[in-house]
């Protein structure tokens, strides 16, 4: 039970897929400019993460190491599909803002990344412990980014239709945060400041 | 030995993509009355745009009259008609779903034209127009009612497009001038208000 939440935490902090790891960057930068958006998109990932781990590894034993990838690539796409479907069938605002980058976690590479390092090689318990922790290190960083540049981008941070904060319509944010560039100069200061927090985690345990 | 080589590895992936279907189709037969649904409301959305003043839109189902308006809008594809009713049940106009081509791919767009044959209102349902560019079709709150009151398809060719989403204005211009033709090809209202 302790490994499991070491292996949970792990994706927040230590190895973070976003800022320590750096993969699944381009939809983060995409999707990023709203705070609902963003949590959604994260979900999702959690799901097909946490999923795509399960099934990868009560599997492994059966799964012939030359066929690996086209198996793991059927059992990711499926649970895309699948979460693509119930998106647009409930919640048609947030399919219509994210639109093609919920197809695209089939190829975000958090997912097929660890399908092929953890998955394939690990129990399932501690699989799925490793897809929500990635997962979840996916959503907070991508929420974190979401709030930040729609509430000083537009204004206002707006959750399921309810307005949160509103500067009111005196605030002119800077449009670059909602622009690529403002996601790239963002995102790395984000970094920064993960390496730094990861930096005193890993000296204090140092210590110990 | 050779031909194993086959059945080991070939089999487990042929049995992933059979659980991979089975489960996909489970989750299709749960989504998509759903799905159909959100749809439906969607296009009921965007009609209510382009005819405001009217109750409720009853798509056209006779093939025989989407076969003529499909023919008159040529290359453009007509995705539905619409009788569209007053609170009283009687026809005020006629609302058409066509989906064009922009500069980024298929713009599908809705077209409202009233009971004497004149374009009420258009909106765009989705396109995929470069952001900045294309998309001032949307963003230029001036183009969209230059289409307004137009009563042919010559008429609508005679829009000007803007500078710099000249193919996307042509999209637009093509959908609007296929609806009017298709509307001339069925009669107008009367033509499907009969029954």
Redesign the interface.
Known sequence: MKQFWKVLTNGLSLENPLTVLMIGLCSTLAVSTKLEGSLFMGIAVIFVLAMSNLLISA?RR???D??RI??FI??I??FV??VD??L???F?SVYSFLGVWIPLIVVNCIVLGRAEAYAYHNGVLLSIADGIGMGLGYTLIISALGAFRELFGSGKLVFLGNTLINFGPSYRGPNILLLFPGAFLLFGLVVAASQAINHRLITRKDVM | MRDNIYIRLGVPVLVVCIVAAAGLAITWSFTADKIEAQARAAEQRSLKIVLPEAADFVPVTDAGILGKAGAAAGDVAVAGIFVANDQSGSALGVGILVASRGYGGPMHLAIGVDRNGKVAGVTIVSMAETPGLGSKVVDDPTFLPRFFGLDSAEAAHKVDTITGATKSSRGVRKGVEAALAAYKAIGGVEGVSVR
Do not use: M, Q, R
Request: aromatic fraction near 10%; hydrophobic fraction near 50%; avoid cysteine.
């Open positions: 599997i059966f799964t012939p030359e066929v086209p198996i059927v059992v796409a499926s599909t699948i479907l119930v647009k069938g409930y048609p």
